[in-house]
Protein backbone atom coordinates (compact mmCIF):
# COMPACT_ATOMS: atom_id res chain seq x y z
CA UNK A 1 0.00 0.00 0.00
CA UNK A 2 1.48 3.23 -0.82
CA UNK A 3 0.96 6.25 0.89
CA UNK A 4 -1.79 7.64 -1.80
CA UNK A 5 -3.89 4.82 -1.74
CA UNK A 6 -7.29 5.57 -1.11
CA UNK A 7 -7.04 9.06 -2.21
CA UNK A 8 -9.78 8.71 -5.21
CA UNK A 9 -12.37 7.82 -2.54
CA UNK A 10 -11.13 10.41 -0.19
CA UNK A 11 -12.05 13.14 -2.93
CA UNK A 12 -15.47 11.63 -3.24
CA UNK A 13 -15.94 12.07 0.56
CA UNK A 14 -14.78 15.66 0.73
CA UNK A 15 -16.93 16.04 -2.59
CA UNK A 16 -19.85 14.94 -0.75
CA UNK A 17 -19.05 17.02 2.10
CA UNK A 18 -18.70 20.30 0.36
CA UNK A 19 -21.09 19.89 -2.27
CA UNK A 20 -23.18 22.68 -0.42
CA UNK A 21 -20.56 25.18 0.17
CA UNK A 22 -18.26 24.98 -2.56
CA UNK A 23 -20.55 25.69 -5.34
CA UNK A 24 -22.23 28.37 -3.09
CA UNK A 25 -18.46 30.17 -3.08
CA UNK A 26 -18.27 29.37 -6.92
CA UNK A 27 -21.77 30.62 -7.68
CA UNK A 28 -21.95 34.18 -5.65
CA UNK A 29 -18.47 34.80 -6.83
CA UNK A 30 -19.23 34.70 -10.75
CA UNK A 31 -22.71 36.06 -9.50
CA UNK A 32 -21.69 39.23 -8.05
CA UNK A 33 -18.72 39.39 -11.21
CA UNK A 34 -21.56 39.38 -13.98
CA UNK A 35 -23.74 41.90 -11.96
CA UNK A 36 -21.16 44.37 -11.63
CA UNK A 37 -19.92 43.77 -15.19
CA UNK A 38 -22.99 44.15 -16.45
CA UNK A 39 -23.98 47.43 -14.79
CA UNK A 40 -20.39 49.09 -15.77
CA UNK A 41 -21.10 47.82 -19.28
CA UNK A 42 -24.70 49.88 -19.15
CA UNK A 43 -23.04 52.62 -17.86
CA UNK A 44 -20.40 53.17 -19.90
CA UNK A 45 -22.38 51.92 -22.83
CA UNK A 46 -24.54 55.06 -22.22
CA UNK A 47 -21.57 57.77 -21.35
CA UNK A 48 -18.15 56.13 -23.60
CA UNK A 49 -16.46 59.24 -23.31
CA UNK A 50 -16.16 58.82 -19.31
CA UNK A 51 -14.36 55.67 -19.59
CA UNK A 52 -10.63 56.58 -20.20
CA UNK A 53 -10.82 59.49 -17.62
CA UNK A 54 -11.84 57.39 -14.90
CA UNK A 55 -9.31 54.59 -15.88
CA UNK A 56 -6.53 58.06 -15.84
CA UNK A 57 -7.65 58.67 -12.43
CA UNK A 58 -7.12 55.00 -10.78
CA UNK A 59 -3.68 54.94 -12.74
CA UNK A 60 -3.08 58.02 -11.17
CA UNK A 61 -3.89 57.71 -8.13
CA UNK A 62 -1.83 56.01 -5.64
CA UNK A 63 -4.28 55.15 -3.14
CA UNK A 64 -6.68 53.92 -5.57
CA UNK A 65 -3.94 51.56 -7.11
CA UNK A 66 -4.24 49.60 -3.93
CA UNK A 67 -7.32 47.89 -5.63
CA UNK A 68 -5.39 46.93 -8.33
CA UNK A 69 -4.58 47.67 -11.79
CA UNK A 70 -5.86 48.29 -14.77
CA UNK A 71 -4.36 48.34 -18.27
CA UNK A 72 -6.11 50.77 -21.09
CA UNK A 73 -9.10 52.15 -21.04
CA UNK A 74 -11.79 48.56 -21.20
CA UNK A 75 -14.89 48.38 -19.36
CA UNK A 76 -13.85 44.53 -18.26
CA UNK A 77 -10.27 45.83 -16.95
CA UNK A 78 -12.34 48.83 -15.28
CA UNK A 79 -14.25 46.17 -13.43
CA UNK A 80 -11.31 43.85 -12.42
CA UNK A 81 -9.86 46.43 -10.97
CA UNK A 82 -12.82 47.14 -8.83
CA UNK A 83 -14.16 43.42 -8.47
CA UNK A 84 -10.58 41.64 -8.67
CA UNK A 85 -8.85 42.34 -4.97
CA UNK A 86 -12.25 41.37 -2.78
CA UNK A 87 -12.41 37.77 -5.11
CA UNK A 88 -9.18 36.82 -5.39
CA UNK A 89 -9.04 37.26 -1.25
CA UNK A 90 -12.27 35.04 -1.24
CA UNK A 91 -10.63 32.61 -3.50
CA UNK A 92 -7.78 32.32 -1.32
CA UNK A 93 -10.13 31.92 1.66
CA UNK A 94 -12.35 29.26 0.15
CA UNK A 95 -9.35 27.27 -0.48
CA UNK A 96 -7.44 27.84 2.78
CA UNK A 97 -10.66 26.12 4.59
CA UNK A 98 -11.19 23.72 1.95
CA UNK A 99 -7.88 21.77 2.66
CA UNK A 100 -7.80 22.47 6.29
CA UNK A 101 -11.14 21.50 6.61
CA UNK A 102 -10.01 17.87 5.46
CA UNK A 103 -6.73 17.93 6.92
CA UNK A 104 -5.92 19.87 10.36
CA UNK A 105 -9.77 19.88 11.41
CA UNK A 106 -9.89 15.91 10.72
CA UNK A 107 -7.23 15.38 12.82
CA UNK A 108 -8.47 17.78 15.78
CA UNK A 109 -12.05 16.12 15.88
CA UNK A 110 -10.80 12.50 15.32
CA UNK A 111 -11.99 11.78 12.42
CA UNK A 112 -8.39 11.40 10.64
CA UNK A 113 -7.77 8.31 13.09
CA UNK A 114 -10.92 6.40 12.01
CA UNK A 115 -9.91 6.82 8.50
CA UNK A 116 -6.61 6.06 8.90
CA UNK A 117 -8.08 2.32 10.19
CA UNK A 118 -9.31 1.92 7.06
CA UNK A 119 -7.17 1.43 3.69
CA UNK A 120 -5.67 4.57 3.15
CA UNK A 121 -2.26 5.75 3.06
CA UNK A 122 -0.55 8.80 5.28
CA UNK A 123 -0.82 11.32 2.16
CA UNK A 124 -4.49 10.28 1.16
CA UNK A 125 -6.58 12.97 2.98
CA UNK A 126 -3.76 16.04 2.14
CA UNK A 127 -3.94 14.55 -1.66
CA UNK A 128 -7.58 14.78 -1.55
CA UNK A 129 -8.18 18.32 0.29
CA UNK A 130 -5.49 19.57 -2.77
CA UNK A 131 -7.02 17.88 -5.27
CA UNK A 132 -10.48 19.05 -4.52
CA UNK A 133 -9.20 22.97 -3.58
CA UNK A 134 -7.33 22.48 -7.04
CA UNK A 135 -10.42 21.23 -9.12
CA UNK A 136 -12.99 24.04 -7.15
CA UNK A 137 -10.14 26.72 -8.72
CA UNK A 138 -10.44 25.49 -12.21
CA UNK A 139 -13.75 25.74 -12.06
CA UNK A 140 -14.02 28.86 -10.55
CA UNK A 141 -11.43 30.54 -13.47
CA UNK A 142 -14.36 28.99 -15.61
CA UNK A 143 -17.03 30.58 -13.75
CA UNK A 144 -16.13 33.99 -13.66
CA UNK A 145 -14.65 34.12 -16.95
CA UNK A 146 -17.96 32.92 -17.93
CA UNK A 147 -19.87 35.40 -15.95
CA UNK A 148 -18.03 38.23 -18.04
CA UNK A 149 -18.40 37.09 -21.03
CA UNK A 150 -21.82 36.74 -20.97
CA UNK A 151 -22.32 40.39 -20.18
CA UNK A 152 -20.34 41.54 -23.01
CA UNK A 153 -16.84 41.86 -22.69
CA UNK A 154 -14.04 39.75 -25.19
CA UNK A 155 -13.85 35.79 -24.13
CA UNK A 156 -10.18 36.10 -23.97
CA UNK A 157 -9.96 38.51 -21.46
CA UNK A 158 -12.58 37.51 -19.42
CA UNK A 159 -10.90 34.00 -19.18
CA UNK A 160 -7.33 35.59 -18.43
CA UNK A 161 -9.38 37.52 -16.03
CA UNK A 162 -10.87 34.65 -13.77
CA UNK A 163 -7.72 33.03 -14.45
CA UNK A 164 -5.91 35.45 -12.46
CA UNK A 165 -8.46 35.79 -9.82
CA UNK A 166 -8.05 31.56 -9.52
CA UNK A 167 -4.37 32.13 -9.28
CA UNK A 168 -4.40 33.41 -6.03
CA UNK A 169 -7.17 30.33 -5.02
CA UNK A 170 -3.93 27.75 -6.53
CA UNK A 171 -1.29 29.29 -4.24
CA UNK A 172 -3.05 29.50 -1.02
CA UNK A 173 -3.90 25.74 -1.54
CA UNK A 174 -0.39 25.15 -1.12
CA UNK A 175 -0.23 27.58 1.31
CA UNK A 176 -2.49 25.62 3.79
CA UNK A 177 -1.43 22.08 2.88
CA UNK A 178 1.93 23.81 4.39
CA UNK A 179 -0.05 25.52 7.68
CA UNK A 180 -2.06 22.45 8.15
CA UNK A 181 1.11 20.00 9.27
CA UNK A 182 2.46 23.65 11.48
CA UNK A 183 -0.22 24.51 13.46
CA UNK A 184 -1.18 21.98 16.22
CA UNK A 185 -5.21 23.34 15.85
CA UNK A 186 -7.42 24.48 12.62
CA UNK A 187 -7.61 28.11 14.08
CA UNK A 188 -3.93 28.11 14.18
CA UNK A 189 -3.34 26.33 10.68
CA UNK A 190 -6.42 29.50 9.27
CA UNK A 191 -4.21 32.46 11.28
CA UNK A 192 -1.27 31.18 9.61
CA UNK A 193 -2.80 31.29 6.11
CA UNK A 194 -4.45 34.28 6.78
CA UNK A 195 -1.29 36.20 7.53
CA UNK A 196 -0.28 35.25 4.68
CA UNK A 197 -2.93 36.25 2.91
CA UNK A 198 -2.66 39.39 4.65
CA UNK A 199 1.02 39.87 4.06
CA UNK A 200 0.41 39.26 -0.06
CA UNK A 201 -1.89 42.19 0.38
CA UNK A 202 0.44 44.51 1.72
CA UNK A 203 3.33 43.73 -0.74
CA UNK A 204 0.91 44.07 -4.12
CA UNK A 205 -0.48 47.38 -2.50
CA UNK A 206 3.14 48.62 -1.91
CA UNK A 207 4.20 47.50 -5.45
CA UNK A 208 1.48 48.96 -7.13
CA UNK A 209 1.28 53.01 -4.88
CA UNK A 210 5.05 52.80 -5.76
CA UNK A 211 4.76 51.78 -9.56
CA UNK A 212 5.42 54.00 -12.22
CA UNK A 213 2.70 55.66 -14.37
CA UNK A 214 3.44 55.91 -18.06
CA UNK A 215 3.07 59.15 -20.33
CA UNK A 216 -0.27 58.52 -21.48
CA UNK A 217 -1.64 57.97 -17.73
CA UNK A 218 -3.32 54.27 -18.98
CA UNK A 219 -0.68 51.62 -17.53
CA UNK A 220 1.32 51.35 -14.25
CA UNK A 221 4.68 49.49 -13.90
CA UNK A 222 4.24 47.70 -10.58
CA UNK A 223 7.25 48.20 -8.25
CA UNK A 224 9.19 45.18 -6.66
CA UNK A 225 7.04 44.43 -4.29
CA UNK A 226 4.23 43.11 -6.62
CA UNK A 227 6.48 40.09 -7.71
CA UNK A 228 6.54 38.84 -3.88
CA UNK A 229 2.69 38.67 -3.91
CA UNK A 230 0.65 35.97 -5.42
CA UNK A 231 -2.07 38.60 -5.35
CA UNK A 232 0.26 40.90 -7.43
CA UNK A 233 0.97 37.98 -10.04
CA UNK A 234 -2.50 37.78 -10.70
CA UNK A 235 -2.94 41.53 -11.31
CA UNK A 236 0.30 40.93 -14.29
CA UNK A 237 -1.75 39.19 -16.19
CA UNK A 238 -2.98 42.26 -17.05
CA UNK A 239 -6.66 41.05 -18.31
CA UNK A 240 -8.07 43.17 -21.77
CA UNK A 241 -4.93 44.44 -22.45
CA UNK A 242 -1.78 42.40 -22.24
CA UNK A 243 -3.38 38.65 -21.36
CA UNK A 244 -0.01 37.72 -19.96
CA UNK A 245 -0.58 33.85 -18.83
CA UNK A 246 2.98 33.29 -17.58
CA UNK A 247 2.17 34.22 -14.38
CA UNK A 248 -0.38 30.77 -13.94
CA UNK A 249 2.47 29.21 -14.01
CA UNK A 250 4.65 31.01 -11.72
CA UNK A 251 1.70 30.21 -9.38
CA UNK A 252 1.92 26.52 -10.27
CA UNK A 253 5.05 26.07 -9.68
CA UNK A 254 4.92 27.59 -6.06
CA UNK A 255 1.76 25.75 -5.04
CA UNK A 256 3.52 22.55 -6.46
CA UNK A 257 6.73 23.37 -4.37
CA UNK A 258 4.51 24.07 -1.36
CA UNK A 259 2.38 20.60 -1.49
CA UNK A 260 5.91 18.76 -2.20
CA UNK A 261 6.97 20.26 1.18
CA UNK A 262 3.77 19.57 2.75
CA UNK A 263 4.23 15.70 2.21
CA UNK A 264 7.92 16.17 3.33
CA UNK A 265 6.64 17.64 6.94
CA UNK A 266 3.47 15.43 7.42
CA UNK A 267 6.24 12.18 7.69
CA UNK A 268 7.94 14.35 10.54
CA UNK A 269 4.95 14.64 12.61
CA UNK A 270 2.59 12.59 14.48
CA UNK A 271 -1.16 12.14 13.69
CA UNK A 272 -3.39 14.88 15.75
CA UNK A 273 0.04 16.67 16.37
CA UNK A 274 2.11 19.78 14.51
CA UNK A 275 5.17 20.29 13.43
CA UNK A 276 5.20 23.53 16.08
CA UNK A 277 4.56 21.47 19.70
CA UNK A 278 1.94 22.64 21.96
CA UNK A 279 3.65 24.92 24.82
CA UNK A 280 2.96 23.25 28.40
CA UNK A 281 0.51 26.04 30.40
CA UNK A 282 1.61 26.91 33.95
CA UNK A 283 0.75 24.79 36.67
CA UNK A 284 -1.53 27.47 38.03
CA UNK A 285 -3.54 30.48 36.30
CA UNK A 286 -2.26 33.94 36.38
CA UNK A 287 -4.67 36.17 37.47
CA UNK A 288 -6.19 38.12 34.48
CA UNK A 289 -7.16 34.00 33.34
CA UNK A 290 -9.49 34.02 36.60
CA UNK A 291 -11.75 36.00 34.58
CA UNK A 292 -13.88 35.60 30.94
CA UNK A 293 -12.34 38.49 30.30
CA UNK A 294 -8.87 37.73 30.33
CA UNK A 295 -9.95 34.19 28.75
CA UNK A 296 -11.19 35.83 25.80
CA UNK A 297 -7.75 37.74 25.66
CA UNK A 298 -5.44 34.96 26.24
CA UNK A 299 -6.92 32.95 23.37
CA UNK A 300 -7.35 35.82 21.21
CA UNK A 301 -3.82 37.49 21.75
CA UNK A 302 -1.35 35.79 19.35
CA UNK A 303 -4.43 36.98 16.39
CA UNK A 304 -4.40 40.48 18.02
CA UNK A 305 -0.55 40.46 17.60
CA UNK A 306 -0.87 39.56 14.18
CA UNK A 307 -3.35 42.37 13.06
CA UNK A 308 -1.14 44.63 14.90
CA UNK A 309 1.81 44.12 12.87
CA UNK A 310 -0.83 44.47 9.78
CA UNK A 311 -1.73 47.40 10.55
CA UNK A 312 0.82 48.96 11.92
CA UNK A 313 2.92 48.36 8.49
CA UNK A 314 0.06 49.21 6.50
CA UNK A 315 -0.14 52.65 8.93
CA UNK A 316 3.48 53.12 8.03
CA UNK A 317 2.81 52.49 4.16
CA UNK A 318 0.14 54.71 3.97
CA UNK A 319 1.56 57.86 5.83
CA UNK A 320 4.75 57.80 3.51
CA UNK A 321 2.49 58.36 0.37
CA UNK A 322 0.45 61.37 1.60
CA UNK A 323 3.36 63.90 -0.25
CA UNK A 324 2.43 61.74 -3.22
CA UNK A 325 -1.34 62.72 -2.63
CA UNK A 326 -0.31 66.58 -1.98
CA UNK A 327 0.90 66.94 -5.57
CA UNK A 328 -2.07 65.39 -7.65
CA UNK A 329 -3.61 67.48 -9.84
CA UNK A 330 -6.46 67.66 -12.79
CA UNK A 331 -8.75 64.07 -13.05
CA UNK A 332 -6.06 61.80 -10.56
CA UNK A 333 -8.01 64.03 -7.17
CA UNK A 334 -11.37 63.14 -8.20
CA UNK A 335 -12.54 60.25 -6.71
CA UNK A 336 -11.75 62.20 -3.34
CA UNK A 337 -14.22 64.34 -4.30
CA UNK A 338 -16.65 62.22 -2.20
CA UNK A 339 -14.49 62.44 0.97
CA UNK A 340 -14.41 66.24 0.66
CA UNK A 341 -11.48 66.57 -1.42
CA UNK A 342 -12.62 69.56 -2.95
CA UNK A 343 -11.50 71.25 -0.13
CA UNK A 344 -8.78 69.37 1.33
CA UNK A 345 -7.28 66.86 -0.73
CA UNK A 346 -4.55 65.50 1.54
CA UNK A 347 -7.57 65.16 4.35
CA UNK A 348 -9.62 63.47 1.67
CA UNK A 349 -6.77 60.97 1.27
CA UNK A 350 -6.19 59.96 4.95
CA UNK A 351 -10.39 59.72 5.48
CA UNK A 352 -10.52 57.34 2.69
CA UNK A 353 -7.73 55.29 4.40
CA UNK A 354 -9.04 55.63 7.58
CA UNK A 355 -12.17 54.14 5.98
CA UNK A 356 -10.04 51.13 4.41
CA UNK A 357 -8.89 50.57 7.82
CA UNK A 358 -12.31 50.28 9.80
CA UNK A 359 -13.30 47.91 7.58
CA UNK A 360 -10.26 45.82 7.73
CA UNK A 361 -10.65 46.00 11.94
CA UNK A 362 -14.34 44.79 11.17
CA UNK A 363 -13.03 42.04 10.01
CA UNK A 364 -11.10 41.54 13.21
CA UNK A 365 -14.12 41.79 15.31
CA UNK A 366 -16.13 39.41 13.10
CA UNK A 367 -13.55 36.84 13.56
CA UNK A 368 -13.93 37.61 17.44
CA UNK A 369 -17.33 37.64 17.65
CA UNK A 370 -17.39 34.01 15.47
CA UNK A 371 -15.62 32.86 18.55
CA UNK A 372 -19.54 32.94 20.29
CA UNK A 373 -20.69 30.09 17.72
CA UNK A 374 -17.11 28.41 18.20
CA UNK A 375 -16.80 28.08 21.80
CA UNK A 376 -20.60 26.84 21.40
CA UNK A 377 -20.25 24.37 19.19
CA UNK A 378 -16.83 22.58 20.12
CA UNK A 379 -17.34 22.28 24.07
CA UNK A 380 -15.11 25.19 25.62
CA UNK A 381 -18.46 27.27 26.79
CA UNK A 382 -19.59 24.27 28.62
CA UNK A 383 -16.45 24.15 30.26
CA UNK A 384 -17.02 27.85 31.35
CA UNK A 385 -20.61 27.99 32.04
CA UNK A 386 -19.56 25.21 34.54
CA UNK A 387 -17.76 27.55 36.60
CA UNK A 388 -19.55 30.50 38.61
CA UNK A 389 -19.86 32.55 34.68
CA UNK A 390 -23.04 33.65 33.57
CA UNK A 391 -24.46 33.35 29.61
CA UNK A 392 -24.00 37.22 29.94
CA UNK A 393 -20.44 37.46 31.30
CA UNK A 394 -19.26 35.30 28.60
CA UNK A 395 -20.77 37.61 26.13
CA UNK A 396 -19.74 40.40 27.82
CA UNK A 397 -15.95 39.12 27.88
CA UNK A 398 -15.89 38.90 23.88
CA UNK A 399 -18.00 42.53 23.47
CA UNK A 400 -15.48 44.19 25.71
CA UNK A 401 -12.28 42.70 24.09
CA UNK A 402 -13.56 43.44 20.85
CA UNK A 403 -14.22 47.38 21.64
CA UNK A 404 -10.12 47.23 23.77
CA UNK A 405 -8.80 45.28 20.42
CA UNK A 406 -10.67 47.65 17.42
CA UNK A 407 -9.70 50.57 19.60
CA UNK A 408 -5.81 49.91 20.03
CA UNK A 409 -5.46 48.32 15.98
CA UNK A 410 -7.23 51.74 14.87
CA UNK A 411 -4.69 53.62 16.88
CA UNK A 412 -1.36 51.38 15.76
CA UNK A 413 -2.77 52.41 12.44
CA UNK A 414 -3.47 56.28 12.83
CA UNK A 415 -0.34 56.66 14.91
CA UNK A 416 1.54 54.38 12.46
CA UNK A 417 -0.08 56.71 9.46
CA UNK A 418 0.48 60.38 11.27
CA UNK A 419 3.76 59.58 12.01
CA UNK A 420 5.21 58.89 8.93
CA UNK A 421 2.81 61.50 7.06
CA UNK A 422 4.63 64.22 9.71
CA UNK A 423 8.26 62.97 8.57
CA UNK A 424 7.50 63.52 4.85
CA UNK A 425 5.16 67.09 5.47
CA UNK A 426 6.14 67.72 8.51
CA UNK A 427 4.07 68.93 11.38
CA UNK A 428 3.77 65.45 13.15
CA UNK A 429 1.82 66.63 16.38
CA UNK A 430 -0.95 68.37 14.50
CA UNK A 431 -1.24 65.24 12.61
CA UNK A 432 -0.89 62.74 15.31
CA UNK A 433 -4.08 64.62 16.59
CA UNK A 434 -6.03 64.81 13.17
CA UNK A 435 -5.38 61.39 11.87
CA UNK A 436 -5.95 59.65 15.40
CA UNK A 437 -9.33 61.39 15.80
CA UNK A 438 -10.35 60.16 12.30
CA UNK A 439 -9.47 56.49 13.06
CA UNK A 440 -11.37 56.79 16.25
CA UNK A 441 -14.29 57.32 14.81
CA UNK A 442 -14.68 54.31 12.60
CA UNK A 443 -14.95 52.26 15.92
CA UNK A 444 -19.11 53.00 16.16
CA UNK A 445 -19.75 51.63 12.90
CA UNK A 446 -17.42 48.20 13.95
CA UNK A 447 -18.85 48.09 16.43
CA UNK A 448 -22.46 47.83 14.79
CA UNK A 449 -21.08 45.29 12.19
CA UNK A 450 -20.24 43.24 15.42
CA UNK A 451 -23.25 43.79 17.38
CA UNK A 452 -25.46 42.52 14.09
CA UNK A 453 -23.21 39.16 14.09
CA UNK A 454 -23.75 38.96 17.60
CA UNK A 455 -27.39 39.07 16.57
CA UNK A 456 -27.41 36.50 13.65
CA UNK A 457 -25.04 34.20 16.39
CA UNK A 458 -27.97 34.30 18.69
CA UNK A 459 -30.95 33.76 16.24
CA UNK A 460 -29.86 31.73 13.49
CA UNK A 461 -26.78 29.92 15.33
CA UNK A 462 -26.35 27.06 12.40
CA UNK A 463 -26.57 29.30 9.50
CA UNK A 464 -24.27 32.21 11.62
CA UNK A 465 -20.83 31.93 9.70
CA UNK A 466 -21.92 32.05 6.22
CA UNK A 467 -24.26 34.70 7.04
CA UNK A 468 -22.11 36.78 8.91
CA UNK A 469 -19.79 37.11 6.80
CA UNK A 470 -22.23 37.66 4.16
CA UNK A 471 -22.92 40.66 5.99
CA UNK A 472 -19.60 41.66 6.02
CA UNK A 473 -19.11 41.77 2.02
CA UNK A 474 -22.56 43.93 1.58
CA UNK A 475 -21.68 46.52 4.04
CA UNK A 476 -18.29 46.88 2.19
CA UNK A 477 -19.56 46.79 -1.36
CA UNK A 478 -22.49 49.12 -0.24
CA UNK A 479 -20.52 51.43 1.36
CA UNK A 480 -18.56 54.79 0.96
CA UNK A 481 -15.56 53.10 -1.10
CA UNK A 482 -17.13 50.90 -3.83
CA UNK A 483 -21.11 52.17 -3.58
CA UNK A 484 -20.81 55.74 -5.51
CA UNK A 485 -18.81 54.25 -7.52
CA UNK A 486 -21.46 51.50 -8.27
CA UNK A 487 -24.23 54.05 -8.65
CA UNK A 488 -25.94 52.33 -6.33
CA UNK A 489 -29.79 53.89 -5.04
CA UNK A 490 -29.12 56.24 -1.82
CA UNK A 491 -31.27 54.23 0.53
CA UNK A 492 -29.02 50.96 -0.33
CA UNK A 493 -25.53 52.89 0.64
CA UNK A 494 -27.19 54.40 3.93
CA UNK A 495 -27.79 50.41 4.77
CA UNK A 496 -24.05 50.54 5.33
CA UNK A 497 -22.32 51.42 8.93
CA UNK A 498 -19.48 52.83 7.10
CA UNK A 499 -22.04 55.23 5.38
CA UNK A 500 -22.64 57.39 8.44
CA UNK A 501 -19.12 57.58 9.69
CA UNK A 502 -18.03 61.48 8.62
CA UNK A 503 -14.91 61.72 6.23
CA UNK A 504 -12.59 63.37 8.99
CA UNK A 505 -10.45 65.10 8.87
CA UNK A 506 -11.02 65.97 5.16
CA UNK A 507 -14.84 67.58 6.99
CA UNK A 508 -15.74 68.49 10.41
CA UNK A 509 -16.90 65.41 12.51
CA UNK A 510 -20.42 65.61 13.41
CA UNK A 511 -21.83 63.98 16.44
CA UNK A 512 -25.75 63.37 14.74
CA UNK A 513 -24.15 60.47 12.54
CA UNK A 514 -22.42 58.77 15.26
CA UNK A 515 -24.90 59.18 18.16
CA UNK A 516 -27.16 57.40 15.28
CA UNK A 517 -24.20 54.21 15.21
CA UNK A 518 -23.86 53.67 19.28
CA UNK A 519 -27.47 53.29 19.51
CA UNK A 520 -27.73 50.68 16.41
CA UNK A 521 -25.07 48.96 18.29
CA UNK A 522 -26.71 49.06 21.49
CA UNK A 523 -29.86 47.94 20.44
CA UNK A 524 -28.51 45.19 18.28
CA UNK A 525 -26.30 43.94 21.21
CA UNK A 526 -29.75 44.02 23.29
CA UNK A 527 -31.55 41.47 20.91
CA UNK A 528 -28.60 39.34 20.82
CA UNK A 529 -28.36 39.39 24.48
CA UNK A 530 -32.14 38.73 24.99
CA UNK A 531 -31.86 35.72 22.72
CA UNK A 532 -29.10 34.29 24.16
CA UNK A 533 -30.87 34.14 27.39
CA UNK A 534 -33.66 32.28 25.96
CA UNK A 535 -32.73 29.83 23.66
CA UNK A 536 -31.05 26.79 24.19
CA UNK A 537 -26.96 26.32 23.26
CA UNK A 538 -25.96 23.56 21.13
CA UNK A 539 -23.37 21.70 23.36
CA UNK A 540 -21.43 19.13 21.69
CA UNK A 541 -22.86 14.86 22.78
Given at each position: ?106 EELGRQEMLAAGVVGRYASLSAAVVVALATNVVLALMLGLAMAVSGQVVAGSLAGGASIALVGVVFT ?221 LGAYAVNGLVGATLLMLVFGVAMAITAGQVLGGTGSLVRDIVGAALIQLPAIGVLGAAVVTVVMVLP ?80
Amino acid sequence: MSGFTGTARLVRLALRRDRVVLPAWILGMAGFLAATTAMFDESYATHPELLEPDTRIVVENPGMRVLGLVTGASVGGYTLHRDALTLAVLAAMMSVLAVIRHTRQAEELGRQEMLAAGVVGRYASLSAAVVVALATNVVLALMLGLAMAVSGQVVAGSLAGGASIALVGVVFTGVAAVTSQLACTTRGATGLAGAGLGVSFMFAALGNMMGAVDSAALRVTSAWPSWLSPIGWGQQMRPFADNSWWPLALAVIVAASLCGLSVVLIDRRDVGRGMWPERRGAAHASLPLRSPIGLVWRLQRGAMLGWAIGMLGFGLIFGALSDRIEGLEGAATDWYSAFGGDVDLLGAYWASMMQVAGMAVAVYGVTLMLRLRHDETQGTLESVLGTAVSRLRWLGAYAVNGLVGATLLMLVFGVAMAITAGQVLGGTGSLVRDIVGAALIQLPAIGVLGAAVVTVVMVLPRWSVGLSWLLVVFCVFVGPMFGPSLELPSWLLDLSPFTHVPNSPAVAITSGPLLGLGVTCVLLGAAGTLMLRQRNLTLPA
